[in-house]
């Protein structure tokens, strides 16, 4: 596909298990972007890699969430210890290099929704 | 007070008037400013960027923008059913930064 894969389209898990979230992003695309939406919410920002280093990482709620890029493809976010509280549509999107980066146009994938119980 | 502030709605508009959206921000370092729609269960779309002082109209959405004021709005003319969604609106300082989302306005235009 052309677009954003996020996988899995939905988790439920219990609280103080791990989770792991993945984005695949738009084949050439170096600049990906984490954010986190509860419901009647925006998009809340987590964390920006461009290439393989997190550019801003300044969104991240606490250390029990972390987030890489190894290959400057492919990313995860990782979540320790679950809480209720991470219950929430996590977003990933990505813009390609140059001119577009930063303009705004970023790529939404359709989300992984997390519930934990 | 939040980076970028909306009016939650719902924002309720027979079809074919037209819609006001509003969008407040406080970082006046801000220099790109986008609105995005997202319907429900569904992610978010980019429709319209604006960049400088004025009004920018593509189709039927016009961005105004007010840099002094540190507001920006959307309109939406001749409003139909599918139009429908949260716009979200969103600031960015530079290229390379952040994008900064309000809260989002829920619009229902009705038949």
Redesign the interface.
């Known amino acids: 596909g052309a677009g954003v894969s996020q996988t899995p389209s939905n988790k439920v898990t219990e609280k103080g298990k791990y989770v792991e979230l993945r984005c695949d992003p738009i084949s050439g695309h170096t600049a990906l972007y984490w954010y986190r939406q509860s419901l009647g919410q925006g998009p809340e920002f987590l964390i920006y890699f461009q290439g393989t280093g997190a550019a801003d990482d300044s969104g991240l709620p606490n250390d029990r969430f972390f987030a890489v890029r190894p290959e400057g493809s492919v990313s995860t976010l990782k979540i320790q210890r679950t809480e209720r509280g991470d219950s929430a549509v996590y977003l990933c999107a990505s813009t390609p290099q140059g001119g577009r980066a930063g303009t705004g146009e970023l790529f939404f994938g359709e989300g992984s929704r997390l519930t934990v119980l | 007070q939040k980076e ?1 502030e ?1 009016n ?1 709605g719902p924002l309720s508009v027979p079809e074919g008037a037209i819609a006001s959206l509003n969008c407040t921000y406080s970082d006046r370092v801000s220099q ?3 609105w995005y729609r997202q319907y429900s269960g ?5 429709i319209m ?1 604006i960049y400088s002082n004025g009004d920018k109209e593509d189709g039927r959405f016009t961005a105004q923008l007010n840099k002094a004021s540190q507001y920006v709005s959307l309109l939406i003319r001749d409003s139909q059913p599918s139009d429908s969604a949260t716009y ?1 609106c ?1 600031v ?1 300082r ?11 306005t829920r619009v229902l235009v009705k038949p």
């Open positions: 970028v909306q939650s790109s400013f986008f569904k992610s978010p779309e980019l960027s979200l969103a960015t530079a290229a390379g930064n952040k994008l900064t989302f309000g809260g989002g």
